[in-house]
């Protein structure tokens, strides 16, 4: 059983960074495949980012390659999205995702089990 809890997310403008941060509970956290995901208004959630249980390949959507950043620190039960390059269309929740080891890496919400109740990310222009 992991427990995800997001934090980092807030009001920035058009080209700021932010760092979310996703806490994981359970010691079984450095097996699993972790995620972000996003959902803005309106729409259904949408992957962002991922990255295998030993940090070494990461995955990510067209629309924020070159921008953010996906990472991991499995001493501490820490992963990390550096989100630079904010654009008003970046405005989302962000949650947190963990899901068995395995590569491809998934890309859809069915490849993972556990959730965080997500971070608001808000960019105006």
């Known amino acids: 059983q992991v427990q995800l809890v997001e934090s980092g997310g807030g009001l920035v403008q058009a080209g700021d960074s932010l760092r979310l941060s996703c806490a994981a509970s359970?010691?079984?956290?450095?097996?699993?495949?972790m995620g972000w995901f996003c959902q803005a208004p309106g729409k259904e959630r949408e992957f962002v980012a991922a990255?295998?249980?030993?940090?070494?390949?990461?995955h990510y959507a067209e629309f924020v390659k070159g921008r953010f950043t996906i990472s991991r620190d499995n001493a501490k039960n820490m992963v990390y999205l550096q989100m630079n390059s904010l654009k008003p269309e970046d405005t989302a929740v962000y949650y947190c995702?963990?899901?068995?080891?395995?590569?491809?890496?998934?890309?859809?919400?069915?490849?993972?089990?556990?959730w965080g109740q997500g971070t608001q990310v808000t960019v105006s222009s």
């Open positions: 995702a963990g899901g068995p080891s395995g590569l491809p890496i998934a890309t859809t919400e069915g490849g993972y089990e556990y």
């Open positions: 359970g010691r079984t956290f450095s097996r699993y495949t």
């Open positions: 990255v295998t249980w030993n940090g070494v390949i990461s």
